[in-house]
């Protein structure tokens, strides 16, 4: 039996939002107990604000009545931020307006607004989003700025914190800032002005970590907090926008944001290359991402098996066979041949296992790519019954890819996940992977455990990489992420946390944690 909601509570919300806008029925609250992750959390009620006005309500009785808030868009999230057991706001229902601005070059959104409309309607004006994750036409912008989501094209260039112009948040003690109207940081309340250029001062005085810092952003991350706001924005209210991104609601809540776009290449060519080397597809990948591509995707056997079914590949698929999907995008068909040309020159002397052949027809095109995007539904529909499929998202040093896959295959089969695919953008050295797991057993439970303890040591201890690459650290990463950043960076987060929510009343558990088994 779920435990009855407290009625003072409910009086309290009704009050707030109307009748209509708490759900606290047993049905609907365990409808919302799951997001697109492992985590399950019932929510004490659900409610659904229509403005501002009522989501300061909300703030205001979460801190009367000792709850918590967690803001969820479309719920796409597979690391846990999305969930529970205190008071979830929907934003899917009331929170969907969007204009498109300067003929597409900038778009503005509120959070409740999935990426695939908005890509749908800059598609006539020749842009798009920046981040292209593969979740874009279920995942909202809420979640795609909460996330700085990234994906296949985008790499750390174009992802949300890169293409990020101005948004308006409303902070847990009900301060609205709005870091594009003129004036914003006089308008910002002088305790925070001052701790947010602190905290600034403080990290560009500590050289070590401002190095740390400008390292690990180097590549793609989104482990703990946007610390790089700290060295790219001196005005407090840009770093505040910026920390914003990658936050996953634990900082406040973004209200509106205005994206740049970037142009979206009418003309392009795509290759599939065939290893029968693991390791010799990934000697290539440094001089292939050097010429220039757009896409550079690399799977594994397992991954490649997978999908067996779905696809005749011109080559037996052994058990260190691999592939590079490789595309590449212009404007004009002169340019479209001349990265063609560059890509095929980076493969000179590479051991392929059938001839590399770049196609521009849109079917063959399609037929490669469903090989990649309908790898994580393949796997997903061929789990054992009763079990869950976790999706992980790593990131190793792309002159290192090949070892850090060997790796992990090892590491899997010692931990008894011997066949999990290996997948990802190898162009940025990010790796995905997908096991299925019974977590109702208490005993897979342990071993689910050891391996990702196991995991943590290998990405950080042997490869200085990142534990989460795009998908944000959620609750799977939060225990981790003073051992990938280390205590000085770490307690720059800590400070930063206390100086926006002191109480503790954003997403509880997400992005940092001290529970070591969370």
Avoid at 364 to 381: I, M, N, Q, S, T
Avoid at 405 to 432: E, K, S
Wanted: proline share 6%.
């Amino acid at each position: 039996m779920l435990p009855e909601p407290d009625p003072r509570l409910l009086h309290d919300l009704r009050g707030a939002l109307g009748e209509a806008r708490v759900l606290a029925t047993p049905l609907d609250r365990l409808a919302r107990s799951a997001d697109a992750s492992i985590y399950r959390l019932v929510p004490e009620a659900v409610v659904r604000p229509r403005d501002l006005a009522q989501v300061r309500a909300l703030l205001q009785l979460a801190r009367r009545h000792d709850r918590s808030l967690t803001f969820r868009a479309a719920g796409t999230s597979l690391s846990g931020q999305a969930v529970s057991d205190s008071l979830l706001v929907e934003l899917a229902h009331d929170w969907g307006a969007f204009r498109i601005l300067d003929e597409g070059r900038r778009v503005w959104s509120q959070p409740g607004v999935t990426g695939g409309l908005i890509n749908r309607r800059l598609a006539p004006l020749g842009r798009r989003l920046g981040p292209d994750p593969a979740s874009i036409d279920a995942a909202m912008l809420g979640g795609i700025l909460a996330n700085n989501a990234s994906g296949m094209c985008c790499g750390t260039a174009e992802n949300s914190y890169r293409t990020l112009e101005s948004l308006s948040v409303l902070l847990a003690d009900g301060t609205l800032v709005e870091s594009g109207r003129p004036g914003a940081d006089e308008r910002l309340p002088e305790a925070l002005r001052r701790g947010l250029l602190a905290l600034r001062d403080d990290v560009r005085r500590d050289e070590a970590l401002a190095a740390r810092i400008r390292a690990k952003f180097a590549g793609k991350n989104t482990t703990g907090y946007s610390l790089n706001a700290f060295l790219d924005c001196d005005s407090p209210a840009e770093i505040l926008a910026r920390l914003m991104v990658g936050s996953q609601g634990t900082l406040g809540f973004v209200a509106e944001a205005t994206l740049r776009t970037v142009p979206e290449p009418p003309l392009r060519a795509t290759a599939l290359l065939l290893f029968d080397r693991l390791r010799e597809a990934g000697a290539v990948v440094p001089a292939i991402a050097a010429a220039g591509v757009l896409a550079l995707e690399i799977l594994d056997a397992a991954s490649l098996r997978s999908q067996a079914g779905a696809r005749a590949l011109p080559v037996a698929v052994r058990e260190d066979t691999a592939a590079l999907l490789v595309e590449v995008a212009a404007a004009d068909e002169a340019t479209l041949s001349e990265g063609v040309g560059r890509a095929l020159a980076a493969l000179q002397g590479a051991a392929l296992a059938a001839p590399a052949r770049f196609t521009r027809d849109p079917d063959e095109r399609a037929r490669h790519w469903k090989l990649r995007k309908g790898l994580f539904p393949a796997v997903g529909a061929a789990r054992p019954e009763g079990t869950s499929v976790v999706i992980e998202d790593v990131a190793f040093p792309v002159p290192r890819l090949a070892e850090a896959i060997a790796d992990l295959q090892a590491l899997f089969a010692r931990h008894g996940y011997a066949g999990t695919a290996v997948f990802g953008h190898a162009r940025d050295g990010n790796l995905h992977f997908t096991l299925a797991e019974d977590f109702g057993n208490p005993r897979a439970v342990q071993r689910y455990d050891g391996f990702m303890r196991a995991l943590v040591e290998l990405v950080v201890g042997r490869y200085d990489g990142a534990l989460k690459a795009e998908h944000g650290s959620g609750r799977n990463m939060a225990p981790f992420v003073r051992d990938e950043w280390g205590a000085a960076a770490y307690a720059v987060m800590r400070r930063l946390k206390r100086l926006l929510d002191p109480d503790g009343l954003l997403h509880p558990g997400v992005l940092l944690s001290d529970d070591p088994r969370a």
